[in-house]
Each structure stands twice: as C-alpha cells, then as structure tokens.
C-alpha cells in the first residue's frame, strides 16, 4: 500500500492524478532541524522525519513524506500563524524573487529515496492594498510563504520556473518516476 504522510489537501490531490491507489495518513512530526542548517536541505530532513514517524506504525508499506518551504534573504518561510505573518511574508516576497524547495522522502522496506526539488518564483510589485485583499480573499494560514500559485484572485507571481506541482507542494513528475521504480522491484 502507498501511504502518503501529509495532511494537505493539496498534497492528496496532486497525488491522485499520478496514483488512485494510496491511503493517505498525516504525520504529526513536530519538524525541528538543526539552526546551522543549510536552507536548502531543510525540507528533505523535514519529509524525512515526517515519513520516518508514518513507517515506523507500516514498514510493509511505502510511505512518502513531503515538506515544502519558501526561501528568501529574509530565512524560511513555512506557513505563517497569523495574519501579521502572513503579512510579513507576502511582504517579504513582494516585487522580489525567491525559492520554492519541497523535500521528498519515499521509504519502503527494501528502498529510501530522499530528494528535493527547487522552483523560483518572481512575484508581482503588490501594494499594500494587494497584498491585505489577497490575504483576505484566500487562505494563507495553511501556505508556506502565505501563498499559493493555484489562488490568485489578485495576480501576485510575475512569472516562476520549475515545475509548477512543486509550488503547489508535490512535484510529479520525479516522484512518478520513483514510484514507478520502487513498484517494479
């Protein structure tokens, strides 16, 4: 059985157009890494010990652990706990570009795959008037960085490159390929 170790609803959906065969059961990891860490390995260390906490409870299974983060000048942004956070980060973002890193974890009894995709993403020159309309007219509160690339009713991403799915906090394309190859084996 594939165990996705993730409670976005995001996550549930991106999975279901490369597999309908999965279960999905959230992890309750409290993600904690290592300050000195490098920024970029962060969400691979996250998805890991997500993944870990979901196997241990299914070692005939295979289980995969997801984390996504925002990377700016400012540190990481994961998901903001208020509205003032929120406006922190949207403001930090603002008319500037940053990385979007989603850390993948697959393990399984005979494999474990641990990789992390990179996005970059422009935004738009927002007002504040832009960005107080955009936290209201959408949910930023469950978004690394405040924001999702699939909700825009306001047009805040000037342009992004990498894979589109990777914003939205699974990348496809990579993972299909993995399962394809952990499911042959």
């Given at each position: 059985m594939?165990?996705?170790a ?8 991106l ?19 290592a300050?000195?860490l490098?920024?970029?390995e ?6 890991t010990?997500?993944a ?16 996504t983060v925002v990377?700016?000048?400012e540190?990481?942004?994961?998901k903001p706990?208020d509205?003032?956070e ?47 309309d955009?936290i ?23 342009e992004?490159?990498g894979e589109?799915n ?7 394309t ?12």
């Amino acid at each position: 059985m594939l165990i996705l170790a993730s409670q976005s609803p995001r996550r549930i959906q991106l999975l279901s157009l490369i597999t309908k065969n999965f279960i999905n059961i959230p992890s309750q990891n409290n993600e904690q890494y290592a300050e000195d860490l490098d920024y970029f390995e962060v969400p691979k260390v996250l998805a890991t010990q997500k993944a870990l906490e979901v196997f241990k409870n299914h070692p005939d299974d295979v289980v995969i652990g997801c984390d996504t983060v925002v990377i700016t000048p400012e540190g990481i942004f994961g998901k903001p706990k208020d509205f003032i956070e929120a406006t922190y980060m949207l403001n930090v973002l603002n008319n500037t570009e940053h990385y979007v890193v989603t850390g993948i974890c697959i393990l399984s009894k005979n494999k474990q795959v641990i990789y992390s995709e990179v996005s970059k993403v422009i935004f738009n020159n927002l007002s504040a008037q832009d960005i107080f309309d955009y936290i209201q007219k959408t949910n930023p509160y469950d978004k690394a960085g405040a924001y999702a690339i699939q909700e825009q009713p306001i047009p805040i991403i000037k342009e992004f490159s990498g894979e589109m799915n990777n914003i939205m906090g699974l990348p496809l394309t990579r993972l299909k390929k993995e399962l394809m190859n952990i499911f042959s084996e």
